[in-house]
T-cell receptor
């Protein structure tokens, strides 16, 4: 069974640009969540999508957005990049129902210069 | 709000030593509790979980018991191996409306096991 796939693994962008990250969840999983991991702030929840609808949202500015497609794949977009957006972005999938755990991808390492 | 506090690292042990990583939480209600592990250059892997008070989660020799009275979920292993070297995260989430809500993580504890 394939795991959670995130692409690309590494990205270098310039301040002011925008970026799109992709996440393919485990087959059959309908929930995709996104987290930002930085040395200073640790792991912070960005948002969760379930069946193409945003179900939960963290405390991030509107520059951070996402969407989910009918095949449950999700994309996350960050516009007008700032240096502080440099982080590891992790995607997690779950069935979206029940009290099960989440399966994480390997992440996308974004560096903003 | 909800929060998770875990012991500051780094923790350095010799192989076969006993491991304890403390984790306490603050939450309104009764969350599900998790331990995740992150190896260098990788994402998070679910290590174990407990969904109600007095539940014990266990996996790969690791154990943690959900203690409602002390709001704790300490991770233990009787004999660590070099391959256990990683960062360990304690986390909580709530189950409501048919699903778990977002995970709230602790800051993580770096464990290094020397041969």
């Amino acid at each position: 069974k394939a795991g959670v796939t995130q692409t690309p693994r590494y990205l270098i962008k310039t301040r002011g640009q925008q970026v799109t990250l992709s996440c393919s969840p485990i087959s059959g999983h309908r929930s995709v969540s996104w987290y930002q991991q930085t040395p200073g702030q640790g792991l912070q929840f960005l948002f969760e999508y379930f069946s193409e609808t945003q179900r939960n949202k963290g405390n991030f500015p509107g520059r951070f957005s996402g969407r989910q497609f009918s095949n449950s794949r999700s994309e996350m977009n960050v516009s007008t990049l700032e240096l502080g957006d440099s982080a590891l972005y992790l995607c997690a999938s779950s069935s979206g129902q029940g009290a099960g755990g989440y399966t994480f991808g390997s992440g996308t390492r974004l560096t903003v210069v | 709000g909800n929060s998770v506090t875990q012991m500051e690292g780094p923790v350095t042990l010799s192989e076969e030593a006993f491991l304890t990583i403390n984790c306490t939480y603050t939450a309104t209600g009764y969350p599900s509790l998790f331990w995740y592990v992150q190896y260098p250059g990788e994402g998070l892997q679910l290590l174990l979980k407990a969904t109600k008070a007095d539940d014990k989660g266990s996996n790969k020799g690791f154990e943690a018991t959900y203690r409602k009275e002390t709001t704790s979920f300490h991770l233990e292993k009787g004999s660590v191996q070099v391959s256990d070297s990683a960062v360990y995260f304690c986390a909580l989430s709530f189950y409501s409306g048919g699903s778990n809500y977002k995970l709230t993580f602790g800051k993580g504890t770096l464990l290094t096991v020397n041969p």
